[in-house]
């Protein structure tokens, strides 16, 4: 499985940017995708996930994002994105999309259980 994320950028705070990562694996619908995100000096932390169709496709945000962000996926061309509104500085950071399609949902909001990342894509938002 390889991911490609894409979308990021330089956004004044309060405007919204579009992140899309596209996974070239088989069975993308039975796969959990995530995005998490990297500040400098900071550890990865855990901003959304779309669970596989055994989880029901719920979705599961981060209190810091919760009402800002939503992700979604689309089964059909193996992509998930992630809309982001409202967004503030503190968001600014390198965000990165995820899968795996073992994952259990105790684990989600942890980075290491994660087999599969993209490279990662750089968001910054000016004050």
């Known amino acids: 499985v390889q991911l490609q994320a894409s979308g990021g950028g330089l956004v004044q705070a309060g405007g919204s940017l579009r992140l899309s990562c596209a996974s070239s694996?088989?069975?993308?619908?039975?796969?959990?995708m995530a995005w998490f995100r990297q500040a400098p000096g900071k550890e990865r932390e855990f901003v959304a996930a779309?669970?596989?169709?055994?989880?029901?496709?719920?979705?599961h945000y981060s209190e810091s994002v919760k009402g800002r962000f939503t992700i979604s996926r689309d089964n059909t061309k193996n992509t998930v994105t992630l809309q982001m509104n409202s967004l503030k500085p503190e968001d600014t950071a390198v965000y990165y999309c995820?899968?795996?399609?073992?994952?259990?949902?105790?684990?989600?909001?942890?980075?290491?259980?994660?087999?599969?990342w993209g490279q990662g894509t750089q968001v910054t938002v000016s004050s």
């Open positions: 995820a899968a795996d399609q073992r994952i259990i949902l105790s684990e989600i909001r942890n980075a290491a259980p994660y087999d599969y």
């Open positions: 694996g088989r069975a993308f619908r039975s796969f959990t």
């Open positions: 779309s669970r596989g169709s055994l989880g029901g496709y719920t979705t």
